[in-house]
C-alpha cells in the first residue's frame, strides 16, 4: 500500500512548546564599534517553527526556522542591506556560529548551517524557542 507522503510527514512534528533557554540573536555586528548594526531576537514571538534536519547531498546538519510574519519581514530588510557579511548567533552572550550572508532571506524562512556540532544546532533550537527578552518595537 502506498501512502502520500504527508501522512509521514505529520508522523515528525518538532516540539514546539517553550523553554527556559535564553533566545538568540542573530546579529550583525558593526567592526568599528561594540554598537551592532542589526539585530533580530529569534524566540516564541518570532518563530513559527524550528527544527533540525540532515541535507543528504551536502551531508551536513541545519537548523529550519520559519519566522512570523514580521519578524520575517525585518529578517529581509536586514539581510538586504548586509549581502555578504558575516553575521553573527549570540545566545547568552557568546557567539556561537557567524553564518555568511549569501543573500537576501525573504519569506520568512531559513536554513542555517556551519555550526561545530549538532549539540550547537540544538543549543540554538532550543533558543529559538525560549522566551523573547527584547523590547518589541512599537507599531505605528
Known sequence: MILPLAAFMLIDQPDMSVTESPPFVFRIPDPTSETPLAELEFCTDTVT????????????????????EEAGRRLGEITAEHVGTQSQVVIGGEVIISPRINSAI???????????????????????????????????
Not at 517553527?49 to 512570523?68: G, P
Not at 556540532?117 to 524557542?129: D, G, W
Not at 527578552?133 to 505605528?140: D, I, Y
Request: glycine residues 10%; aromatic residues 8%.
Open 49 to 68: 517553527y524550528v527544527d533540525i534536519s540532515f541535507d543528504e547531498l551536502r551531508r551536513e546538519f541545519s537548523l529550519q526556522l520559519t519566522l512570523a
Open 106 to 140: 525573504w519569506g520568512g524562512s531559513l536554513s542555517m548551517t556551519g555550526g561545530d556540532s549538532i549539540a550547537q544546532l540544538e543549543q540554538m533550537r532550543q533558543a529559538a524557542r525560549g522566551h523573547c527578552s527584547l523590547p518589541k518595537a512599537e507599531t505605528e
